[in-house]
């Protein structure tokens, strides 16, 4: 690794240095790379441009966190962004990077006034904002921002394209002449220019060219699966592969670390590589790897950097890797010298979003796969276990065992004998409860999730009602609600699956039980509805006979009742 590539190189502070070794970062992204040094060194205003999911929020936050004066009193940064979702990731994201007593806060719609103008009061060096809730504080007076220096555009485009030009305008006029203007955004559509001529004073725009590499030596698959059930998917890939042979991927220290505990746990031969791994215990774990006595290993993209181990069968994308060229470095390990690997990709609701800009950038035909079965997973097993007997019956080389054969076939038939050695040789290796339950979430190729909300028309709600609460709650659009069925005690709408967590997330906040989830199977759950309600003895709660779901009537009742008025 070249000084250029480190963190260190960019002029940042030991203690700045040291929030990011916690974190797990190894080495900027090209866009922390261009950007950090210009912010942390000059006082233009500038223009980043990046795809999605290549750490812009640290490329901003990092020089801001590390100027920015702690509990000064007054808002000295705030970040524009154009929805909740991200004005809570884009928080989360500077908090764990923050050293210090530096305050950041979310203000957004939806949320109480009240409890944001007590932490207002307080005082909040650092606000992450939507336009609308951020220009009502302004209006109201209770947000003052006379002594901002930094205020930053993020997600530019998005925050255009959902109409929060005029918000963004108005809030401009309420900063001091002399604020920073930082403007980032994936794409430079030409509204954005239009914006930055307006405002912008001196502007350097940094951008970060995407790549175009081929991958076509590469079979490339993708599974949606949940961050939580991304290991028992892993495990069943390793399960149906006999030979497999294969290096996962991790965005940090701390995933490789959790990964292999993980494996080892399960009985896999597993070896982690990162950033932290001393050169020595490098040379003997990759050693150990090319020689097949552990066959996973599990890695941080900089550690798999000059890793030359051929013919393996395949790359796991456990995480989404920071860009496309990442990815495009990532899977072109497999597939070397004509042989053609797998590379598999496992893709949460959070990664979707940046996994459809990437897929686009890197123009590969990366096609969606279900996660083996357990069925699958065990008849393989059986498979393997079949050919493993017959190689050894071809050797003709257990003399010794054969006086005891005969032994045991004196005193037992030859189905019990078998399988009584089947087991002692494979465990528990057949058993299917050993293969935790792996939820699909219901993702159609158009694009759209379906989402299951606690509530309906006996809750007074009306296919309008429940587009309306939608938009309320969530800030979706009309247009992205589709398909709205409204049951008596539950509804089902059609939105773009990008934003399925958001809106849950949204209708689902500050109440005890969830009252909305992604939908995995709409018709098992219509169907299963009214046979229970028939079936009901009267003494049967309510919050147990639907579907099994953990959706208690009540509470979900109470929950909207209360948000109803
Ligand atoms: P963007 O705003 O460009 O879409 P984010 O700032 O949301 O991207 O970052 C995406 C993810 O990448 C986050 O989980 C973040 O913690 C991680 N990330 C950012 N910078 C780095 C880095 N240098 N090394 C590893 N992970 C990083
Ligand atoms: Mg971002």
């Not at 004066?69 to 004005?87: D, N």
């Not at 959790?258 to 080892?264: A, I, S």
């Not at 004509?338 to 590969?364: D, P, W």
Request: proline share 4%.
């Amino acid at each position: 690794m070249t000084a250029l590539e480190t963190f260190e190189s960019l002029g940042l502070s030991e203690t700045t240095l040291e929030a990011i070794r916690a974190k797990g970062f190894e080495i900027p992204s090209p866009i922390q790379r261009l950007t950090i040094p210009v912010l942390l060194a000059n006082q233009n205003d500038i223009i980043g441009q990046a795809q999605t999911g290549t750490g812009k929020t640290a490329a901003f936050g990092l020089p801001i966190l590390e100027q920015a004066l702690p509990a000064s009193g007054k808002v000295q940064a705030l970040i524009l962004v154009p929805t909740r979702e991200l004005a809570l990731q884009v928080t989360d994201e500077l908090l764990s990077l923050r050293t210090g007593k530096i305050t950041v806060s979310a203000i957004y719609g939806g949320a109480s006034y009240d409890e944001q103008l007590r932490r207002l009061k307080k005082g909040i060096d650092i606000v992450v904002g939507t336009p609308g809730r951020i220009l009502d504080h302004l209006h109201r007076g209770t947000l003052d921002l006379s002594a901002l220096k930094w205020l930053v555009l993020d997600e530019a485009d998005e925050m255009l394209n959902m109409g929060f030009i005029d918000d963004v305008d108005e809030i401009l006029s309420y900063t001091p002449e002399e604020r920073r203007l930082l403007l980032f955004s994936a794409t430079m559509p030409r509204r954005i220019s239009d914006l930055a001529q307006k405002y912008m004073r001196d502007v350097q725009v940094l951008k970060v060219e995407a790549t175009h590499l081929t991958t076509d030596l590469t079979d490339q698959i993708y599974f949606e699966v949940r961050e939580s059930d991304k290991f028992d998917a892993l495990t069943r890939i390793i399960d149906v592969e006999p030979e497999f042979y294969a290096i996962v991927f991790c965005r940090t220290k701390v995933a490789v670390d959790e990964l292999v505990n993980r494996l080892l746990e399960r009985g896999y031969l597993a070896d982690g590589l990162h950033g932290d791994v001393s050169q020595a215990q490098r040379e003997k774990i990759l050693r150990k790897f090319k020689r097949r006595f552990s066959n996973i290993l599990v890695a941080t993209d900089v550690a798999a950097r000059g890793i030359d181990v051929n013919n393996l069968t395949h790359v796991i994308n456990y995480s989404l890797p920071q860009d496309s060229e990442s990815y495009v470095h990532r899977i072109g390990r497999t597939g070397r010298a004509g042989n053609q690997g797998t590379a598999i990709t496992f893709i949460s609701h959070s990664e979707y979003r940046q996994f459809l800009a990437m897929r686009k950038e890197v123009k590969a035909d990366i096609r969606k796969e279900e996660i083996p079965t357990v069925h699958d997973v065990i008849a393989l097993k059986k498979q393997h276990i079949l050919s493993e007997l017959e190689e050894t019956i071809e050797t003709q080389m257990f003399d010794e065992y054969a006086g005891m054969a005969e032994t045991i076939l004196a005193s037992h038939t030859p189905e019990t004998a078998l399988a009584a050695l089947l087991k002692m040789s494979f465990k528990n290796d057949l058993d299917a409860s050993s293969y935790p339950e792996i939820r699909t979430f219901s993702v159609d190729r158009k694009g759209t999730a379906r989402i299951f909300i606690a509530v309906g028309r006996r809750d007074g709600f009306t296919p309008r009602r429940i587009v309306e609460m939608l938009q309320r709650e969530s800030g979706l659009p009309d247009a992205h609600i589709n398909d709205v069925k409204i049951m008596d005690e539950f509804s089902f709408v059609t939105i773009p699956f990008e934003e399925a967590e958001h809106v849950t997330r949204c209708l689902n906040k500050g109440s005890k039980h969830p009252i909305a989830e992604i939908a995995r199977n709409e018709k098992s759950v219509r169907r299963a509805a009214p046979r229970r309600k028939d079936g009901r003895k009267g003494k049967t709660s309510r919050s147990k006979d639907r579907a099994g779901r953990r959706v208690p009537r009540k509470a979900a009742d109470t929950e909207f009742r209360r948000k109803r008025r």
